[in-house]
């Protein structure tokens, strides 16, 4: 429940974006020209998605990958019931794509290109995936700025893939 760390610590105080770089990553500075952005199209993921599309602009042949989790965990039926999920798996995938594809089309342009993607799982688990099997440089994704509660619990997709992902992980606020 209560995190140790210095990053987790920097990460419930800082208001700024940022990058949180393991041990293995520390030999060599992170490259911008392959990003992977998780979106759920809340106003924090796409600060993040604007954020990497800055951060790339500048790169030849830059890629951000924008990412949905089609799987997304949901409401459950409740103590007195089973908990089974409200949302069928698969449900989420139609709609999901509609809402990628207007996306990719307002972030393209400025030499970097964009591409949609979609992975079932939970959104820390299609994320990790999914940087792993494209390579990413960076994963990229946006939060709320901490306060009250939050400077104390984190339970965030970003702070997980703070534990969980094998690469550089870039917070947005």
Known sequence: MFLGSVADATLKQVSL????????????APRTTNLL???????????????????????E????????ATLLPGPFTGLE???????????????AREAL??????????GVRVEGLTCPGSPVEAIRDVSEQRKADVIVVGTTAPSGAARVLLGSVAT???????RPVLIVR
């Open 160 to 166: 997980d893939l703070v534990h969980q992902a094998d």
């Open 81 to 95: 019931m089973p908990a089974v999920p409200m949302v069928e798996p698969g449900e989420t995938e139609a709609p």
């Open 61 to 68: 042949q830059a890629t951000v990958g924008l990412l949905v």
């Open 101 to 110: 594809a207007r996306r990719v089309k307002e972030l393209a342009g400025n």
């Open 17 to 28: 974006p940022t990058l949180v770089v393991h041990p293995g990553d520390a030999v060599r």
């Open 37 to 59: 952005v998780g979106t759920d199209f809340s106003p924090e993921s796409n600060r993040a998605a604007e954020f990497a599309m800055r951060l790339a602009a500048p790169r």
